[in-house]
């Protein structure tokens, strides 16, 4: 059940994503031709910051997590591989070009294309994870990854909301730290666990 409750925060929370990123673009699209843009910016900014940036950070933790807990692996799949590398792209984009671009000066280029190239590189993500095309890459090895525990699925659906909660009552909004901190630390842990595992004679 943990397994299956993780795949449906990955799905809703890609699906947000998508669906802000969208909105983004319609609403910077308006921004850019209506007389009063500051309103206007102001919702464009609360999108971003209050809904865009959790959904994003918790799509790409939840995806992480997925890989690293199945036996899907980081890197055995060339289509796993592709989202790992469109999702930092989209997440260091967003953060260092879109967010710093949303205001009335901001670059009109930037804030259309940025917004609307976001939404499709996740739509083309959606498709990788239905068609899963490629593949398998040379560093997939003969031995299949082990499936983690159940327990450690429902440790990973708390880690967002635990984020939520401390980001909105430290700085009144969504801070990824404890999802940094599993997603960067776990594959050390799973890599340890399996060498250890692979020195044990049989």
């Known amino acids: 059940m943990g397994r299956k409750l993780l795949v449906w925060l990955h799905v809703v929370s890609s699906t947000g994503w998508m669906c802000m990123a969208l909105a983004l673009f319609v609403v910077v699209d308006h921004a850019l031709s209506a007389p009063g ?3 206007v910016f102001e919702v464009a900014t609360l999108l971003d910051v209050q809904v865009l940036q959790f959904m994003g950070t918790t799509s790409a933790f939840s995806g ?3 890989s690293g807990l199945t036996a899907w692996g980081y890197f055995r799949h060339w289509w796993v591989v592709a989202k790992f590398a469109i999702t930092v792209s989209q997440l260091y984009a967003g953060i260092f070009v ?6 009335p000066d901001g670059s009109p280029l930037l804030l259309r294309v940025g917004s609307l190239l ?3 590189a996740l739509a083309c ?3 990788l994870s239905v ?3 490629f593949p398998r890459t ?3 090895g003969r031995t299949k990854p082990r499936t983690a525990p159940p327990w450690a699925f429902a440790l990973c659906l708390a880690v967002p909301a635990f984020d939520y909660a401390l980001g909105q009552a430290l700085l009144g909004v969504p801070l990824p730290a404890l999802s940094l901190l ?3 630390g776990y594959p050390v842990v799973r890599a340890a666990r399996t060498e250890a595992r692979d020195a044990v004679p049989r």
């Open 138 to 140: 040379p560093w997939a």
């Open 118 to 120: 976001m939404a499709s």
């Open 98 to 103: 879109l967010s710093p671009n949303l205001h």
């Open 37 to 39: 843009r500051r309103p």
């Open 182 to 184: 599993v997603a960067a």
């Open 125 to 127: 993500q959606v498709w």
């Open 64 to 66: 992480l997590m997925l």
């Open 131 to 133: 068609a899963k095309p």
